[in-house]
């Protein structure tokens, strides 16, 4: 178990910006964070049950909806909520910029259909 918690640790530095191991800019993935928990590259696998938590955790920290360990967030239930929060929003703001983009085809298409008129 002590490699999943090495995982952990890992992503930690990587979310918090501060790796040990790999390059400061590097993107998050499983791949970065194996190499940052000096493993191999492909070495965090879909396929391992106990891998299937981590590979959610680390695709939250590439969208950045992980929170680092030392924010204001005490209780897990709390984190947990927040980044569920956090999914809900990006959810809803998505929409809008659909629903923006729609209504803006949609004027663009009321105009060409007002120069045909005339």
């Known amino acids: 178990m ?3 918690n090495d995982y952990y640790e ?3 530095r990587l979310v918090e910006g501060k ?3 790999v390059p400061l800019e590097s993107n998050i993935n499983n791949d970065t964070v194996a190499l940052e ?3 191999t ?3 965090i696998k879909k396929s391992r049950a106990n891998h299937e938590k981590l590979i959610n955790d680390i695709r939250l920290a590439e969208q950045g909806l992980l ?3 030392d924010c204001d967030v005490k209780h897990e239930a709390d984190r947990e909520r927040v980044v569920f929060l ?3 929003l990006d959810e809803s703001l998505e929409r ?4 923006l983009f729609e209504n803006f085809n949609l004027h663009q298409e009321i105009l060409k259909l007002k120069e045909r008129r005339k």
């Open 67 to 69: 929170i680092e360990k």
């Open 96 to 99: 809008e910029i659909s629903l």
């Open 86 to 88: 956090k999914s809900m």
């Open 19 to 21: 790796p040990k191991i």
């Open 10 to 12: 890992a992503l930690q």
């Open 37 to 39: 928990a000096g493993r």
């Open 2 to 4: 002590s490699s999943i």
């Open 41 to 43: 590259r492909g070495s």
